[in-house]
């Protein structure tokens, strides 16, 4: 690519030029050229070539150059290309002199710092199961095996990509460029995950991997947001919880509901086919954030939470997840005297005082009682 000093010394002769010559410019990248060429130039976009004819032509190549070439290996090219044609020659003239007459696989993939397709499934089938140890170890496998940390996890959001599209466009499953394990596992996986959990994996992903380029160590970071993915990939998604949270018996505080809709450590029916495998280790955490304070309903004759304490009423305003009021009580509330119906309490100095109807209102809508809240100046 041409300085601006160059290009502007180009400039006059693009103004008058010679009546024998033509000039024919061509770049990747045309947003570094100065308007000032651009206007008294002719523009063609030329679009990139697909990968499956890419991998024709490599193999074409290849043919009449009598070299020995794998499948995968065009495929791999291919796809490294990016439909650049010239870039996609410079890598089977590199793969060709590595090789020594023949280009394998293994050796395009270690030529490109690449792992293993079939193992990055690997990986990602671990991670989206929740299994984080299963998946660090053959991260730390890949890794050590050359190939690099940003790649594999590069090559996991591309991977979630060709899940995602063939999830919504079957069709995408005959292209030429994908190997046969892209296309067999892809397709399955892209029928028992959900879309949230595909988004939420690319989102992250894409987050990771600008942690990874930036971090001082690149492994440790990328182990890190391998573990913030398998655990978050048997967790319920937003609409699933709180989907659950209104199917709870209203007689009932709140957790036993969030069990619901799995079966245990296989959970393959619970979340509408969104996950590989649920683990419970999700139910539970629900439970535990659902959770009011503990029973003791077999010495109360009336239905719903029993409060004994302030903390049992904390536990109920988080249950229902009303954060707001949790930490208005957490914060603000010295309590004075509590029974039941009844709750007199003083607040912090620059308390909300808007406190005491809110609180009554909803520990009656809460509890199906009637609750007297009142603000005394005893402390």
């Not at 651009?38 to 024709?56: H, M, N, P, T, Y």
């Not at 150059?65 to 996609?88: F, K, M, Q, W, Y």
């Not at 984080?132 to 940390?149: H, K, N, S, T």
């Given at each position: 690519?041409?300085?601006?000093?160059?290009?502007?010394?180009?400039?006059?002769?693009?103004?008058?030029?010679?009546?024998?010559?033509?000039?024919?410019?061509?770049?990747?990248?045309?947003?570094?050229?100065?308007?000032t060429?651009?206007?008294?130039?002719?523009?063609?976009?030329?679009?990139?070539?697909?990968?499956?004819v890419?991998a024709?032509?490599?193999?074409?190549?290849?043919?009449?150059?009598?070299v020995?070439?794998?499948?995968?290996?065009?495929?791999?090219?291919?796809?490294?290309?990016?439909g650049?044609?010239?870039?996609?020659?410079?890598?089977?003239?590199?793969?060709?002199?590595?090789?020594?007459?023949?280009?394998?696989?293994?050796?395009?993939r270690?030529?490109?710092?690449?792992?293993d397709?079939?193992?990055?499934?690997?990986?990602?089938?671990a991670?989206?199961?929740?299994?984080?140890?299963?998946?660090?170890a053959?991260?730390?496998?890949?890794?050590?095996?050359?190939?690099?940390?940003?790649?594999?996890?590069?090559?996991?959001?591309?991977?979630?990509?060709?899940?995602?599209?063939?999830?919504?466009?079957?069709?995408?499953?005959?292209?030429?460029?994908?190997?046969?394990?892209?296309?067999?596992?892809?397709?399955?996986?892209?029928?028992?995950?959900?879309?949230?959990?595909?988004?939420r994996?690319?989102?992250?992903?894409?987050?990771?991997?600008?942690?990874?380029?930036?971090?001082?160590?690149?492994?440790?970071?990328?182990?890190?947001?391998?573990?913030?993915?398998?655990?978050?990939?048997?967790?319920?998604?937003?609409?699933?919880?709180?989907?659950?949270?209104?199917?709870?018996?209203?007689?009932?505080?709140?957790?036993?509901?969030?069990?619901?809709?799995?079966?245990?450590?296989?959970g393959?029916?619970?979340?509408?086919?969104?996950?590989?495998?649920?683990?419970?280790?999700?139910?539970?955490?629900?439970e535990?954030?659902?959770?009011?304070?503990?029973?003791?309903?077999?010495?109360q004759?009336?239905?719903?939470?029993?409060?004994?304490?302030?903390?049992?009423?904390?536990?109920?305003?988080?249950?229902?997840?009303?954060?707001?009021?949790?930490?208005?009580?957490?914060?603000?509330?010295?309590?004075?005297?509590?029974?039941?119906?009844?709750?007199?309490?003083?607040?912090?100095?620059?308390?909300?005082?808007?406190?005491v109807?809110?609180?009554?209102?909803?520990?009656?809508?809460?509890?199906?009682?009637?609750?007297?809240?009142?603000?005394?100046?005893?402390?």
């Amino acid at each position: 690519m041409l300085s601006t000093a160059a290009f502007n010394g180009l400039l006059k002769t693009l103004e008058e030029p010679p009546e024998h010559v033509k000039f024919v410019f061509a770049t990747t990248e045309i947003r570094k050229v100065p308007v000032t060429v651009l206007s008294r130039c002719q523009r063609f976009d030329l679009r990139r070539v697909e990968a499956g004819v890419l991998a024709a032509h490599i193999a074409g190549i290849c043919a009449k150059e009598n070299v020995t070439v794998e499948a995968e290996a065009l495929s791999t090219i291919a796809r490294a290309a990016e439909g650049s044609v010239r870039d996609a020659l410079s890598l089977l003239d590199q793969a060709i002199a590595h090789g020594g007459g023949s280009v394998g696989a293994e050796e395009v993939r270690r030529l490109l710092g690449l792992a293993d397709r079939a193992r990055v499934i690997d990986l990602f089938e671990a991670l989206m199961k929740g299994d984080v140890a299963r998946a660090l170890a053959e991260f730390r496998d890949q890794y050590d095996g050359g190939a690099d940390a940003a790649v594999i996890l590069t090559d996991l959001a591309e991977f979630t990509h060709l899940v995602t599209r063939l999830k919504i466009v079957p069709e995408s499953a005959d292209d030429a460029a994908l190997v046969e394990a892209e296309r067999m596992r892809g397709v399955e996986m892209g029928q028992a995950l959900s879309m949230r959990v595909l988004s939420r994996t690319w989102q992250m992903l894409s987050k990771g991997i600008t942690e990874v380029q930036q971090a001082a160590k690149p492994a440790q970071a990328a182990e890190m947001v391998l573990v913030r993915l398998g655990y978050a990939a048997d967790l319920p998604t937003p609409d699933e919880a709180l989907r659950r949270l209104k199917d709870m018996p209203s007689s009932e505080g709140a957790a036993p509901g969030l069990s619901g809709g799995g079966n245990g450590g296989n959970g393959g029916g619970g979340g509408g086919g969104s996950r590989l495998a649920l683990a419970p280790r999700a139910e539970r955490m629900a439970e535990n954030v659902a959770a009011p304070a503990p029973a003791r309903a077999a010495s109360q004759p009336q239905d719903g939470p029993v409060l004994a304490s302030l903390q049992d009423v904390v536990a109920l305003a988080s249950a229902r997840r009303d954060l707001l009021l949790k930490h208005a009580v957490e914060t603000q509330v010295r309590l004075v005297h509590l029974e039941e119906g009844r709750i007199e309490f003083a607040l912090v100095p620059d308390g909300n005082p808007n406190l005491v109807q809110d609180l009554s209102r909803k520990l009656t809508e809460w509890t199906g009682r009637r609750w007297l809240v009142s603000l005394t100046s005893r402390a």
